[in-house]
C-alpha cells in the first residue's frame, strides 16, 4: 500500500464564517476557476464530479490554502520536487505534528492532471464509483489520508448547502454531477 497522500495541515488556513457571503465567494469563485479540470478528472477517474470538487474543497478549505497549486495533498517522493509544509499525521487516532514534503505545480491544471494519475494507479478502487460515498470510502480504504474521518468529511461537504449554491453557480446540478450520497 502507497503511503498517505494527504495529511491535515496542522494549522487550517482562516476560514470565512461557515454560511456567511464571503464564504459563499470564495467556495463559488474557487469552483469556477477549476470546473473544467474537476469535470475532466471525474470523467477521466469514472466518479462524480461532484466527489472531486468535494474533495479539493476538503484539501484546500475551498481554495484559501493551495501551496504549490496543490490541490490534493499529494506528498511529494523520494526524488520529487516540493515544498515543506507543516501537518499533521493522525497515529492511533492521535494528530501527530510533523513536516512533510508536499508536490508543488506550475497551475491547478498540473495539479489535477497528477492527481488523475495517482489516483489510476494508485487508488484503482476508487475509480468507476458511482457515488461520492463510494469514491470517498475507497479512497479512505486504500490509504489516501491517514484520516479515519476523511470519507465522511467528503460525502458531508459533497451534501452540503454550500455545495448545491456552487454546483448551481457553475451550471451543474447535484443530479448532473452525481452528488448522490
Do not use: C
Request: proline share 8%.
Amino acid at each position: 500500500m502507497p503511503a498517505p497522500v494527504n495529511e491535515t495541515p496542522l494549522a487550517p488556513a482562516p476560514q470565512p464564517t461557515p454560511g456567511s457571503e464571503q464564504e459563499l465567494d470564495q467556495a463559488t469563485n474557487f469552483a469556477k476557476s477549476i470546473w473544467p479540470q474537476i469535470t475532466a478528472a471525474a470523467q477521466a477517474l469514472g466518479v462524480p464530479a461532484v466527489a472531486v470538487l468535494a474533495q479539493t474543497a476538503l484539501e484546500t478549505g475551498w481554495g484559501a490554502a493551495a501551496p504549490g497549486h496543490n490541490l490534493f495533498g499529494i506528498k511529494a517522493g523520494p526524488g520529487q520536487a516540493g515544498s515543506l509544509r507543516a501537518t499533521h499525521e493522525m497515529q492511533n487516532g492521535v494528530a501527530v505534528a510533523q513536516d512533510a514534503a508536499f508536490r508543488d505545480y506550475a497551475d491547478p491544471t498540473a495539479s489535477v492532471s497528477d492527481y488523475v494519475g495517482l489516483i489510476q494507479s494508485n487508488y484503482q478502487n476508487a475509480t468507476g464509483q458511482g457515488s461520492v460515498a463510494g469514491f470517498a470510502q475507497a479512497l479512505q480504504a486504500g490509504g489516501y489520508a491517514t484520516d479515519d474521518q476523511y470519507a465522511e468529511k467528503i460525502m458531508k461537504i459533497a451534501q452540503s448547502p454550500l455545495m448545491s449554491a456552487v454546483l448551481q453557480s457553475v451550471g451543474a446540478s447535484s443530479s448532473n454531477s452525481g452528488a448522490q450520497p
